[in-house]
């Protein structure tokens, strides 16, 4: 029987992209969900968006308008309940709308460049997943690439039989990389159902507060906040983190060296992903 050894050292990072890489703040969603829910007749808030973030982009409309007060309110414009047509019209439009504000949204997180040649500087392996189809993401990756980000491999919604939480597309990409055990990498995630699905693929699972869905905010105004402000704002990112099973939260993508760091020391301990209480590094207070 063939036996693998303990792995003391991390040897590939996959990546989410939006919120993750890109689009600080993940605003292309809200702004193209707002669009398509308006133009059905049906107002969604941008919080009621931001709720069900990460998921792929059919899962989140479904989990939209199987929200109480989303589904009254179609009731009440439509005259009868949603249906798998409705969602099937609703996408027909997304599409396109994300693909525009993605498009519009597609510059690198600060920081993300840096990152990603440390990583291939020290031979770990980085791919990608993303909620977005690969139609959203027809401008993003070429733009991503011509500023500097070009992962080896993206696994975009709907090439599994589910998204997150299910492991699957981490899993895709793994394969692809032809990268194992899963307990030498990592998955970095701005959302906690892309933290879940790192927990779900047994891979160390690094949660960023700041830059991402939960504080929503582009990132001239983030940083213009005082440092007690961005800890009031991140403080209950940082507690979905936490419970959702985050193994390192750190605030963004160029604090990442950090993670490492804190994942392979705790590789020379033994220590294995989800073993231990979710830990805080520099920038995120516990």
Not at 169 to 178: D, P, S
Not at 267 to 275: C, D, K, L, N, T
């Amino acid at each position: 029987m063939m036996t693998v050894a303990h792995p003391t050292s991390v040897t590939a990072v996959l990546f989410d992209w939006a919120g993750t890489m890109i689009d600080f703040g993940s605003r292309a969603p809200v702004m193209a969900m707002e669009r398509v829910f308006g133009q059905a007749g049906v107002l969604v808030e941008e919080a009621a968006i931001r709720r069900y973030m990460g998921k792929a982009k059919r899962e989140h409309v479904v989990a939209m308008l199987s929200d109480p007060e989303i589904a009254a309110r179609w009731r009440e414009a439509k005259g009868a309940d949603w249906t798998e047509a409705d969602v099937d019209a609703l996408m027909v439009r997304l599409e396109p709308a994300m693909q525009e504000c993605a498009g519009i949204c597609r510059e690198l997180i600060p920081g993300a460049v840096e990152t990603f040649a440390m990583l291939r500087a020290r031979g770990i392996r980085v791919g990608s997943t993303t909620g977005y189809t690969r139609t959203m993401m027809a401008e993003i990756i070429p733009a991503a690439a011509e500023q500097g980000y070009d992962p080896e491999v993206i696994v975009c919604a709907g090439e599994t039989a589910q998204g997150r939480p299910a492991p699957l597309m981490l899993w895709k990409a793994l394969v692809e990389m032809g990268m194992w055990p899963a307990g030498a990498c990592m998955a970095v995630d701005d959302a906690p159902v892309g933290v879940e699905a790192g927990r779900h693929a047994g891979m160390w699972t690094v949660g960023l507060g700041g830059s991402g869905n939960g504080v929503g905010l582009d990132h001239a105004t983030f940083t213009a906040l005082s440092k007690a402000e961005r800890d009031e704002r991140m403080a209950p990112v940082v507690a979905e983190f936490t419970a959702a099973g985050a193994d390192f939260v750190i605030e963004s993508v160029a604090e990442l060296d950090l993670a490492v760091a804190a994942v392979e020391q705790a590789m020379v301990r033994g220590e294995r992903p989800g073993a231990s209480q979710t830990r805080f590094l520099a920038g995120v207070a516990a």
